[in-house]
């Protein structure tokens, strides 16, 4: 099984991939290392340990970075998430405690435990990935790879015209991790908003997983609100579950390669182009890393992995 830090910023999609990730028999969740993003940092993690304690989780749950790499508070995704991250339910607040270790100190600290064995899975912004970095610099060699749901190559953003909310929440953050050398691949809006999710989804998850399935469906219902707006049919997209499908079945997916930039210029921040491979011969972009990205997924082999997961 593939041993994971799940970085996360819970959030109703985030709870959906961390219950798909904790479901998977091809996932070893080695802790949940939480993040600012949808909702204020002590909100995150506290979210965080409420899913473990739902899902009967015995794993550290650490606090992590409450703001940008630089400048103010972005501001929150109350309106997509609701005021408590989960849609507004009321669900009973665990009590258990937070490893005292900032989520950057547990992914250095798992990093060198395990060492070329673990896999960094981002699905929030990427300001502890960055401090990480920084308080070791060799951490790229310590893990294995680093997957991110995150970022818009080559389809327009959700928070500005070009950016994607958890690049653009933290771009420099961000631009830290593209640059840093190890193995990065990057599920964007190019293939999460690719597959929406009706309501019978949400049904069978519940039917086949009471529990964990109930939850989604339930936290879902002030999502799907968001995301219907302006559409004919009753939708919501789980973007954050779609790097841990990649790990578990990476023939889903299309990925090209490309050298990959973040911008931190504020009318553009947080776009991430990317030049495919000999498609430039810009210094600037050809000293830029290269990064897989996810152009295309098999919707429906997605689903059924979705649904035969929470089905365990
Ligand atoms: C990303 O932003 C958050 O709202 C979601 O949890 C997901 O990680 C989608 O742009
Ligand atoms: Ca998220």
Redesign the pocket.
């Known amino acids: 099984a593939h041993k994971i830090i799940l970085d996360t ?1 819970p ?4 709870a959906m991939a961390i219950f798909f990730a904790f479901q998977s028999p091809d996932i070893d969740v080695l802790g949940l290392t939480t993040v600012y ?2 909702v204020p940092v002590s909100m995150s993690a506290q979210n965080a340990l409420t899913l473990c304690e739902l899902a009967k989780q015995d794993i550290p749950v650490t606090k992590g970075v409450g703001m940008p790499w630089v400048g103010p508070e972005s501001g929150y ?1 109350h309106f ?2 609701g005021d408590d991250g989960f849609g507004n339910i009321n669900f009973p607040v665990s009590d258990r405690k937070l490893d005292p270790r900032s989520s950057a100190q547990f992914i250095v600290d798992t990093a060198r435990q395990h060492p070329g064995e673990v896999t960094i899975v981002a ?2 912004p990427l300001g502890n990935l960055a401090l990480a970095l920084r308080l070791e610099p060799e951490l790229p060699k310590l893990v294995k790879g680093v997957v991110i ?2 970022g818009a190559a080559f389809v327009k953003g ?2 500005t015209p070009v950016a ?3 690049i653009w929440n933290d771009a420099h953050a961000a631009e830290i991790v593209f640059a840093a050398d190890w193995d990065l691949k990057m599920f964007g ?1 190019d293939v ?1 908003n690719d597959v929406p999710f009706t309501l019978d989804f949400l049904d069978e998850l519940e039917s086949k997983n009471p529990k964990l399935g109930g939850f989604v469906k339930e936290s879902s219902q002030f999502y799907v609100d968001f995301y219907s707006q302006g559409r004919d049919d009753r939708v919501c ?1 789980f ?2 579950a779609m790097p841990l499908a990649y790990l578990i079945d990476p023939s889903l997916f299309e990925l090209t390669r490309g050298h990959a930039r973040v911008s931190t210029d504020p009318l553009n921040r947080g776009q991430t182009s990317i030049a495919p491979a000999g498609s430039t011969a810009s210094p600037l972009w050809l000293d830029a890393n290269q990064i897989d990205v996810a152009t295309k997924v098999d919707h429906a082999r997605l689903r059924k992995l979705y649904i035969d997961t929470y089905a365990l």
């Open positions: 910023d959030g109703i999609d985030d993003g949808n995704a997509v998430h699905i929030g749901m995150g959700n928070v994607e909310a958890n809006l999460t997209f973007h954050d």
